[in-house]
């Protein structure tokens, strides 16, 4: 079993930057793809990025190209989403995802572990 935990969230203005972590315990996610969904009131939830075990591929939601980040550093088993030039509509939940099946699906399904989220609102 992997433990996820994010942390990071906050309120910001549009325009501004915030860095989401998401630590994760119990089995070093070195070899797992991880990803970052979001989902926000009312909506289902979304793919926003991902990266394989190695760092090699990565991949993003159109809607946060050129202004979102994934990085990972399996040494301290966990893996960050830097968000900048945020907008009003990136206001969601972020939950941190692990998929030892090595998937970067946009599909929520293929993935096995989640943290329990962490609240990003950017005011306009």
């Known amino acids: 079993q992997v433990q996820l935990v994010e942390s990071g969230g906050g309120l910001v203005q549009a325009g501004g930057s915030l860095r989401l972590s998401c630590a994760a315990s119990g089995r070093t996610i070195s070899i797992y793809s991880m990803g970052w969904f979001r989902q926000a009131p009312g909506k289902e939830r979304e793919f926003v990025a991902a990266m394989n075990w190695s760092g090699g591929i990565s991949r993003y939601a159109d809607s946060v190209k050129g202004r979102f980040t994934i990085s990972r550093d399996n040494a301290k088993n966990t893996v960050y989403l830097q968000m900048n030039s945020l907008k009003p509509e990136d206001t969601a939940v972020y939950y941190c995802?692990?998929?030892?099946?090595?998937?970067?699906?946009?599909?929520?399904?293929?993935?096995?572990?989640w943290g329990q989220g962490t609240q990003v609102i950017v005011s306009s």
């Open positions: 995802a692990a998929d030892p099946g090595g998937s970067t699906s946009y599909d929520p399904k293929p993935w096995d572990y």
